[in-house]
């Protein structure tokens, strides 16, 4: 393996070291212990995560707000969700997610609408409580049939003190409907990780179990962690249900309060983001007694196991009808891996994003022949990476919250022949005349996600790496734009 290290496409720790070094010392030592290179025999190698960023060193992480508000609780829909302080930050988390969601718009579906209690200098001296509760009044009275509304507290509301709590108590019991509030200021915590945290426990204490189903059944599941990104929640669902499940719930993609309400009453929750859900399955797990599973539905080879894994828990029926799914898409994923397997085969991939997908798509790259040699979070927890190690072959370089200059000096070094991150980086990536696959959203595609999602896929990374522009473009540090990829 020693040798291998000179290859093109993999990494080294010399490599490493030889970036680090444009640090100062103490920045070195403290950036080194955040990467790693994995060797051969190394099953979980020693990375820290879940630190605090230093200032100075640019970042792609989001905060506590992004976390609660643009992942968690932005995709249920027929609930107003408030960003309660300035514009701006609403408006940033405004639409960005694309988070799929069916029903009438101003009716049962506000996803695509954006509402801020708009603060300003006044706000911030005397308070924005009065403001708040007329933002209440005005959403029951122009959206009558609204099931609830979330108060998401920007940055100064916590500054200042803003009684949210007290403010959503009241206005809930005079409009009666739920009406959440949710902590989740931007400066706490050190990523958009706590906010998903906040999140969940907003909902364990103020929705969760507030109302019961009167039809339960033996086969009912919910899905955890899918924020339905270009449709992904609904191509698992349809897998689901033609194993024989019933998909009572899901959170929060094209989800409903009463699925929020409710979800004390399945007998098995599918957590698909482990990472910004993990806490409401493992509650549910202590409170209600019910189990959970990770799952994976990227890619053939993942969905298979995953069925088989899902249809463990319940009995006879439903694991003979998860073998006649399996049974039935086989040929179809055979034909889609026929078809681009010979024009991907032996191309390396480097990813960055985060959430789940720096460990989940890992399966559907390799269905391809592809090989991933450089992934990491933005925001991930140890368990995060002692699940994403084993899945990662030898050679390969591991980062967390990796800063713009470390992440364009691997790429430079290692040069893969794709890369897979998030929209910060997409544009510098391309201008550098690399092809790239916005793996946040999807790059505006998808679903990605089960057997309607990895036909998708497929083409999507075809086209990235077949199209001409590569040979095309220049680049302004290059005489020819080929010379990138040499």
């Not at 108060?151 to 739920?178: A, Q, T, Y």
Request: proline share 5%.
């Amino acid at each position: 393996m020693a040798e291998q290290q000179d290859l093109k496409g993999y990494a080294s720790r010399a490599m490493v070291d030889e970036v680090l070094s444009a640090y100062p010392e103490k920045v070195q030592k403290m950036r080194a212990k955040h990467i790693t290179v994995k060797e051969e025999g190394c099953a979980s190698c020693s990375i820290r995560s879940n630190a605090k960023t230093v200032p100075g060193l640019m970042t792609a992480r989001g905060c506590a707000f992004a976390g609660a508000k643009g992942v968690v609780f932005g995709p249920v829909k027929d609930m107003v969700h408030i960003s309660h302080g300035p514009v701006g930050c609403g408006y940033y988390s405004w639409g960005n997610r694309r988070n799929l969601a069916e029903g009438t718009l101003g009716v049962d579906n506000f996803v695509p609408f954006q509402f801020t209690s708009d603060f300003t200098e006044g706000d911030i001296v005397y308070g924005g409580d009065k403001k708040l509760e007329q933002l209440c009044r005005e959403v029951k009275a122009l959206f009558p049939t609204v099931k609830g509304i979330s108060v998401m507290s920007e940055c100064p509301v916590g500054l200042i003190g803003d009684d949210i709590e007290s403010v959503s108590k009241r206005m809930s019991k005079e409009l009666g409907i739920p009406i959440v509030p949710v902590r989740c200021e931007g400066f706490r915590g050190i990523s958009q990780s706590l906010g998903h945290h906040i999140a969940n426990d907003a909902i364990r204490d103020h929705l969760l179990a507030k109302k019961e189903r009167p039809d339960p059944g033996p086969y009912d599941v919910s899905l955890i962690g899918d924020y339905n990104i270009g449709g992904d929640a609904w191509a698992s669902i349809k897998i689901l249900e033609e194993m024989g499940l019933k998909v009572r719930n899901i959170w929060t993609g094209d989800a409903t309060v009463e699925m929020l309400q409710t979800a004390h009453q399945v007998k098995l929750n599918l957590i698909h983001c482990y990472r910004s859900m993990n806490y409401i399955c493992k509650h549910m797990e202590e409170e209600y007694g019910i189990p959970w599973v990770e799952f994976n539905f990227f890619g053939p080879t993942k969905i298979k196991e995953s069925i088989r894994k899902i249809a463990a828990f319940f009995d006879e029926t439903i694991q003979e009808k998860a073998e006649a799914v399996i049974a039935k898409y086989d040929p179809l994923m055979q034909a889609v891996i026929d078809k681009y397997r010979p024009r991907l085969e032996g191309k390396k991939v480097m990813l960055y994003v985060g959430g789940l997908r720096p460990r989940h798509v890992i399966g559907a790259y390799e269905d391809l022949g592809m090989e991933v040699v450089g992934t990491g979070y933005e925001f991930a927890h140890k368990d995060d990476y002692d699940r994403t190690f084993p899945m990662m072959g030898d050679n390969t370089v591991i980062y967390d919250d990796v800063t713009a200059f470390e992440f364009e000096e691997f790429v430079n070094r290692m040069r893969p022949d794709l890369i897979g991150s998030g929209i910060k980086e997409k544009y510098v990536f391309e201008k550098m005349g690399y092809p790239f696959r916005q793996m946040h959203s999807w790059d505006y595609s998808g679903p990605y996600h089960a057997y309607d999602g990895f036909p998708i896929f497929a083409r999507d990374m075809d086209i990235a790496l077949s199209s001409p522009t590569w040979g095309l473009a220049k680049v302004p540090w290059q005489k020819d734009a080929k010379e990138v990829r040499k």
